[in-house]
């Protein structure tokens, strides 16, 4: 996930507070722990490149700057 908010925004406040998380996909539910990336690392690199891709329709608003400026989170999956 990429907060635009950065270390302001509420999820990443109480990710920072209590790293615990609960994380749905699909019909699959579980335990997982949430953390802030490295900055300028492969993984923070990775998760700006997959958040974007999957966001950025071809032809409409840019969010190229977005993607260089949000703080990346990680969940990491307990399941």
């Known amino acids: 996930m990429l907060a635009g908010g950065r270390d302001r925004a509420d999820f990443v406040?109480?990710?920072?507070a209590d790293p615990r998380?609960?994380?749905?996909i699909g019909d699959e539910e579980g335990a997982a722990r949430a953390r802030v990336l490295d900055p300028d690392t492969e993984e923070d690199?990775?998760?700006?490149?997959?958040?974007l891709a999957k966001y950025q329709a071809a032809g409409?608003?840019?969010?190229?700057?977005?993607?260089?400026?949000?703080?990346?989170?990680?969940?990491d999956l307990d399941f």
Do not use: K, Y
């Not at 406040?13 to 920072?16: E, G, I, P, S, Y």
């Not at 998380?21 to 749905?24: E, K, N, Y």
């Open 21 to 24: 998380a609960t994380v749905r």
């Open 13 to 16: 406040r109480n990710a920072m």
């Open 45 to 51: 690199a990775l998760a700006r490149r997959l958040v």
């Open 60 to 75: 409409e608003g840019d969010l190229e700057s977005w993607g260089r400026s949000a703080l990346p989170v990680a969940f």
